[in-house]
């Protein structure tokens, strides 16, 4: 089928050929909503490289989604993907202000900056026993909670488990996280005051 004749094909339709591995039906929905995901990040941040960068990311998880994504309305799908990942963006950047904030006031009281990077190092291994010490499902659905950024449905439906079952392995895994994490209590309730 030629390029031109997508154009009048539904996204609905697109999407049912992006999941057989189309890129010209992807081209075609890259092509029709771009511009809106771009305007959205670029009306609030001003920032047209952000903009491009979270538009792209977007694209690029429905592509690396496009077997296994139910959507029944693109255009909604895309604006809740567009301002999650903004959302996502503003809290890591608010992180890595509190951490430098963090280090900065700990230089100021005469602080060591090498012991600040050694108990961050301390953190991340804590965090990694933590995950380590989770029963597999629990930490399957920790990770792609956390990392893989799925929601509860979204790890239902992959899992094959009920959202309650989900809801329960999360809960558990943050159980198990704040035991592990509980000597490094200050510097974490220090970084949850900026959110």
Same mark, same amino acid.
């Given at each position: 089928?030629?390029?031109?004749?997508?154009?009048?094909?539904?996204?609905?339709?697109?999407?049912?050929?992006?999941?057989?591995?189309?890129?010209?039906?992807?081209?075609?929905?890259?092509?029709?909503?771009?511009?809106?995901?771009?305007?959205?990040?670029?009306?609030?941040?001003?920032?047209?490289?952000?903009?491009?960068?979270?538009?792209?990311?977007?694209?690029?998880?429905?592509?690396?989604?496009?077997?296994?994504?139910?959507?029944?309305?693109?255009?909604?799908?895309?604006?809740?993907?567009?301002?999650?990942?903004?959302?996502?963006?503003?809290?890591?950047?608010?992180?890595?202000?509190?951490?430098?904030?963090?280090?900065?006031?700990?230089?100021?009281?005469?602080?060591?900056?090498?012991?600040?990077?050694?108990?961050?190092?301390?953190?991340?291994?804590?965090?990694?026993?933590?995950?380590?010490?989770?029963?597999?499902?629990?930490?399957?659905?920790?990770?792609?909670?956390?990392?893989?950024?799925?929601?509860?449905?979204?790890?239902?439906?992959?899992?094959?488990?009920?959202?309650?079952?989900?809801?329960?392995?999360?809960? !558990?895994?943050?159980?198990?996280?704040?035991?592990?994490?509980?000597?490094?209590?200050?510097?974490?309730?220090?970084? !949850?005051?900026?959110?």
């Amino acid at each position: 089928m030629a390029e031109s004749t997508y154009i009048s094909i539904s996204d609905q339709a697109l999407l049912d050929r992006i999941r057989n591995d189309d890129q010209v039906a992807f081209k075609e929905l890259y092509r029709r909503h771009w511009q809106r995901c771009y305007r959205m990040v670029m009306r609030r941040s001003g920032d047209s490289l952000l903009a491009e960068d979270l538009t792209q990311a977007v694209f690029v998880s429905l592509w690396e989604k496009r077997k296994d994504a139910v959507i029944q309305n693109l255009a909604s799908y895309l604006f809740v993907a567009v301002r999650f990942r903004f959302i996502s963006y503003l809290k890591s950047q608010m992180r890595e202000s509190a951490y430098r904030e963090h280090l900065l006031h700990v230089q100021e009281e005469g602080g060591n900056p090498v012991e600040a990077s050694y108990r961050l190092k301390e953190l991340n291994a804590a965090i990694d026993k933590g995950v380590d010490m989770m029963p597999p499902k629990t930490k399957t659905v920790y990770t792609m909670s956390r990392n893989g950024q799925y929601s509860v449905k979204e790890i239902a439906r992959k899992l094959n488990l009920s959202e309650k079952a989900v809801e329960y392995h999360i809960t !558990q895994s943050l159980k198990t996280m704040r035991l592990v994490l509980r000597d490094f209590l200050p510097f974490l309730l220090f970084v !949850q005051e900026i959110f």
